[in-house]
């Protein structure tokens, strides 16, 4: 069975400071999707990245970064800069390639950016 | 852009009640799911759906039923509900890995 621990439950940040959000991951497949996934206030998740178990390579997308390591089991992810409206709740999930069907989720990071 | 759409924001049921929870997808989706979202818990999936009239359970399906009658809309039923369905209710739809979700319906069984 697959399970991703997102340890941090909550985390509060003074605006434009730096934070990671952390995810560990476990699963015995060697094909595999990972994803980070943002629940604002208002409650819908919105998809941010996918990244397949092949693909270590780190990607960046403006403020945001994201941190792969198969030797760690790990995708971490940073906002540089924080601002107010990155204020919400950060779910990481896995799915099995093929399993397209059934994810597993994290339990979320809920973080709170203080201006 | 997907659009996944829930028939309601905000639900409050009494307990007894039979209660429906429409989702509908505008993306021709093949894939559609029911979670619900309590605190300290994360989304805990309900049921899914591979295909119209196809279903399959999630990990919590004691209490719930499913109906896809067409591809785009997936339809949650509480067949009675009771107070410790109350929770955030989230559908979702995907083609293949990235799922979609709705903006969630908010029920309150008292």
């Known amino acids: 069975a697959q399970k991703v621990t997102q340890a941090q439950t909550e985390i509060s940040v003074v605006e434009k400071e730096d934070v990671t959000l952390d995810c560990v991951y476990e699963t015995r497949d060697t094909t595999y999707y990972l994803f980070w996934y943002k629940q604002p206030p208002s409650g819908e998740l919105v998809f941010l990245i996918r990244?397949?178990?092949?693909?270590?390579q780190n990607e960046i997308s403006g403020r945001y970064s994201w941190n792969f390591q198969k030797s760690t089991s790990s995708f971490n992810f940073t906002i540089t800069a924080s601002q107010v409206v990155d204020s919400a709740v950060y779910f990481c999930a896995l799915i099995l390639s093929g399993g397209y069907q059934k994810v597993t989720f994290g339990t979320g990071t809920k973080l709170q950016v203080i201006p | 852009d997907v659009k996944v759409t829930q028939s309601s924001r905000y639900l409050v049921k009494r307990t007894g009640e039979k209660v429906f929870l429409e989702c509908v997808q505008d993306?021709?989706?093949?894939?559609m799911f029911w979670y619900r979202q309590d605190p300290g818990l994360g989304l805990r999936l309900i049921y899914f759906s591979y295909d119209v009239k196809m279903k399959e359970k999630g990990d919590i399906p004691e209490g719930y039923s499913v109906s896809r009658e067409k591809k785009e809309r997936f339809s949650l039923i509480l067949e009675s509900a009771s107070t410790n369905q109350t929770s955030m209710y989230l559908c979702?739809?995907?083609?293949?890995?990235?799922?979609?979700f709705g903006p969630g319906t908010r029920l309150t069984v008292t």
């Open positions: 993306m021709d989706h093949e894939n």
């Open positions: 990244r397949n178990s092949f693909d270590e």
């Open positions: 979702a739809s995907s083609r293949y890995y990235e799922q979609y």
